[in-house]
Structures are given as C-alpha cells and as structure tokens.
C-alpha cells in the first residue's frame, strides 16, 4: 500500500488528461490530491491498429508502476485506488475513428477497458464533425451516429461531445438516451472559441443528467491575455448559472511531462497549428513560453482551484460536486 494510503483527503477527478503516463507524472497528479484521471489513451488522429498499439503501450507503463497506480474501469475500483493512495487511470479516447468502419468493434474497446469515447474530434468522420467546422460547413450528427449512440448506450459506455462542432454537439444531445458529457469545454458566452459550448448544450446537457468540465486549455480560456485562475473560475461561475452545480466538473488538459519542442507545439496546437480558427484567433501574448495559465501549469496545482471556488462563497458540499461528485454519479449511472 502506499505511503498516503487512508490519508483524510476528498476523491478528486481529472476530466481530461493527456499527460505523460510516467511514474514522474503520476507522483505530480497525486501531489495535487488528483485520484482518478481520464487518460486520451489513444491519440485522436489515428486508426484501429495504431491505436491498439498505444492503447497497450500506455497500459503497459501503469502496470510498471503499479505501486502507486492503475486502471480503473468501475466507481469501486475509482475507491479503491483512492483509498490506497494510486492513482486511477480511466481509458478514454478523443475519437472513434478507430471504430467508424464497425462499431461492433466498441465491445472490444470495452473488454480492453476503455470507457469514455467521442464521436469525433476536431475532424469530419463518420459520425460528424468537429469543433473547428463552423455554421454551415457543421452538417451535424451523421446517421452512422444514431446507430454510434445506441451501441455506446447498450454498452454502458460514456458519450462525450468535447470536440464536436456546434451543430454536431446540438444533434447528438436531442437524440440523448441517458447521460452525455463534455468532458472539457468552456462557456462560449464567456470565451467565444469554435471549442467552448453554448448555453442552450449547456442546459440540453444538464437535462440529460451529465456534466460539463471546464477545462484549463488556454485557447478555450481567454482570448485577449493569458488566462489567470479567476478567468478560469469565471467558466465555472457561468457553466453552474446555466446548468445548475450538479452538471459541473473540472478538467486539466495539460500536456504536463511530454511538453513538445516549440517548433512542434507551434505547427499543433499553437498559433500554426491543426484548427487556425481556434489557436490562430488569440493574441500576441499566447507563445510557447506563455501557452499555460497563469496560475495552473501542472496538475500538482490542482488544489488552487477548489481553493478560489472557496474564496468565491462556493460550499464545500458544492465543491466537492465539481471535484468528482457529479462525475461518480454519471459514471454510476452508465457504468453501471
């Protein structure tokens, strides 16, 4: 067991991680009280095989470490790591282009104990479009995508909507058959990025029994400067007047322990990157030295965040609903 087992200390969850799976990473995650993380396990942009490859790959490294992490694939065992101190790893991927060709193939996602998936990314596949598709170029929700939510909701799988487009996100809650998630988007009324949900997803999601995850991602933060915490305290103040406390959570998103070269970052996810439209649109002020929050560049600051949400009048009970309660209840409720 490890040294901080039984410690007196609340369950907390990572909506969406996609951090180094390192024993290094896994040490700074549990400093920042984190238990549970939901990893992007199998990168987003590719296919069946190469994702199968990673997704082994990345299991492989939490068995390696197993002292003081592993998978997890149900809310007792999300418990049970807590309570022995590990760290809990829920697979989860960004895409289900790996399946699109046969979604037969989700049941075996399930049995390699992926649990959390989106329908697409920030690209056009079989089942709709991404975020970066704007007004009429988002066609919506596919028809592959009806059957897509069918076999997610037969499974017991988790459906997040993250990455789709507008219209994309629109049609897959008005065909919701039990609890949807964003795992990590922030209020377009407050940051107007192409990534962020507007408030009429804000409440369909809510009323389908899920959740929001604000999330820490610069481009989906702030636009004009380099976000601060209270900028991002602001998404929650807004997802909660919309959606109501029990539909909120929080997510990292933070590349922590693989940070990529500057050149790199720039041609993916900087001001040259994959979607112009969402890290092409920021000010000066965003570069590769400035990319992070101000007051959050590692997930061992987690505890600032529920430290501010103190300071803006938030109750414990409601604090601790954005720091894991709301996400047990959905898990409880699909999973099971």
């Not at 998978?71 to 101190?85: L, M």
């Not at 219209?167 to 964003?182: D, Q, W």
């Not at 976000?227 to 539909?247: A, F, Q, R, S």
Request: glycine content about 8%.
């Amino acid at each position: 067991m490890n040294a901080t087992a039984g410690a007196p200390r609340p369950i907390t969850i990572d909506g969406l991680n996609c951090a180094a799976v390192s024993r290094e990473q896994a040490l700074r995650t549990l400093e920042g009280g984190v238990s549970a993380i939901n990893l992007t396990a199998m990168s987003p942009f590719v296919g069946l095989s190469d994702s199968l490859v990673e997704l082994e790959a990345n299991c492989a490294k939490i068995d390696a470490m197993s002292d003081i992490a592993t998978v997890v694939t149900s809310v007792a065992d999300i418990e049970k790591a807590h309570h022995d101190g590990k760290l809990g790893y829920i697979l989860g991927t960004q895409n289900s282009m790996m399946v699109e060709d046969d979604l037969q193939l989700l049941a075996t996602m399930k049995r390699l104990g992926v649990r959390i998936l989106q329908p697409t990314y920030n690209e056009e596949n079989a089942l709709g479009y991404g975020a970066p598709f704007e007004k009429d170029d988002d066609k919506g929700m596919k028809a592959k995508g009806v059957e897509w939510i069918e076999e997610m909701t037969r499974l017991g799988l988790i459906i997040d909507l993250s990455h789709c487009g507008h219209r994309t996100t629109s049609a897959y809650l008005a065909a919701a058959k039990g609890p949807m998630v964003v795992s990590h988007a922030n209020a377009f009324a407050v940051c107007p990025s192409l990534r962020n949900k507007k408030d009429e997803h804000i409440r369909a999601i809510a009323e389908t029994g899920g959740l929001i995850g604000a999330v820490m991602w610069s481009p989906a933060v702030r636009h004009d400067q380099r976000p601060t915490l209270d900028d991002y305290l602001n998404h929650i103040d807004h997802h909660v007047k919309v959606g109501g406390i029990e539909h909120v959570a929080f997510a990292s998103d933070v590349t922590e322990g693989q940070v990529p070269s500057p050149e790199k970052w720039d041609k993916s996810y900087g001001p040259n990157g994959y979607s112009p439209n969402i890290t092409g649109v920021l000010g000066d002020w965003y570069t590769y030295e400035k990319r992070l929050n101000v007051d959050f560049q590692s997930l061992a600051h987690t505890p600032r965040i529920w430290d501010g949400m103190k300071k803006r009048g938030y109750s414990e009970t409601d604090i601790d609903k954005v720091r894991s309660g709301n996400w047990l209840r959905v898990m409880k409720d699909v999973w099971n």
